[in-house]
């Protein structure tokens, strides 16, 4: 099946440093993906829709400026957290849409990374 | 706006037995739906999906769901639980436009020998 390639999958990082997050889909085109945030005991928080060659689509709360996407290609979507501060501490999960027609279409996660603001 | 409701944080179930994750959705328009099983240290992992057709859904491990519209719910199920279902399950919808998906709050499902 289709995977989805995250890294790093765990990151500490000093306060003030930026930090950038990669996502691969190894076996499919993503013309999407999507950034999750997931707080402990919490759902899945949806932050941005990423589009291959446009701007990401931002969720309403979510900052654009401090939570940069980036999708290159049609394989890569990458999210940078600028400035990193330790509210910014959590689990970031990214998905890729593999879509076969209208009725076929499924999401694929990455493992996860874990970020660790100190 | 679209949103799931998984009104239990947790489910216990003993290995053997048949088990039930309850999942109850809000959309306007047609409904998509989804199941999606995380397990410990690894990412989130499709189950199954209501698109159109037969009510009920047969997904990967056995697992099966009910769309019920008149209930607005789609429960997870499985005849016999076992010990390696213990995991996050994840509901979640699709909104009309097929671009973004919004998850409910996970149901932490433990399965005792």
């Known amino acids: 099946g289709a995977v989805v390639s995250q890294h790093p999958s765990w990151v500490i990082c000093k306060s003030g440093t930026s930090v950038k997050i990669e996502c691969r889909s190894l076996?499919?085109?993503?013309?999407?993906m999507f950034w999750y945030r997931q707080f402990p005991k919490q759902s899945l928080m949806l932050m941005a829709t990423?589009?291959?060659?446009?701007?990401?689509?931002?969720e309403q709360g979510v900052e654009k400026d401090k939570f940069l996407i980036n999708h290159a290609s049609l394989t890569l979507s990458t999210l940078t957290v600028t400035s990193a501060h330790p509210e910014d501490s959590s689990f970031y999960i990214c998905?890729?849409?593999?879509?076969?027609?209208?009725?076929?279409?499924?999401?694929?996660f990455g493992s996860g990374t874990q970020l660790s603001v100190l | 706006a679209q949103s799931v409701a998984q009104p239990e944080d947790q489910v216990n179930v003993a290995e053997g037995n048949p088990l039930t994750v309850k999942c109850t959705y809000s959309?306007?328009?047609?409904?998509?739906l989804f199941w999606y099983v995380q397990y410990p240290n690894r990412g989130l992992q499709f189950l199954l999906k209501?698109?159109?057709?037969?009510?009920l859904v047969k997904g990967s491990y056995g697992f099966e769901a009910e769309f019920n519209k008149s209930q607005t719910s789609f429960h997870l199920k499985k005849p016999s639980a076992l010990v390696s279902d213990s995991a996050l399950y994840f509901c979640?919808?699709?909104?009309?436009?097929?671009?973004?998906?919004?998850f409910g709050s996970g149901t932490k499902l433990n399965v005792k020998p």
């Open positions: 979640a919808v699709r909104d009309e436009d097929f671009n973004k998906f919004y």
């Open positions: 076996d499919f085109q993503a013309t999407t």
């Open positions: 959309v306007s328009g047609n409904p998509y």
């Open positions: 209501y698109i159109t057709g037969d009510n």
């Open positions: 998905s890729a849409r593999e879509r076969q027609g209208l009725l076929n279409e499924k999401l694929f």
């Open positions: 990423s589009n291959e060659g446009s701007k990401a689509t931002y």
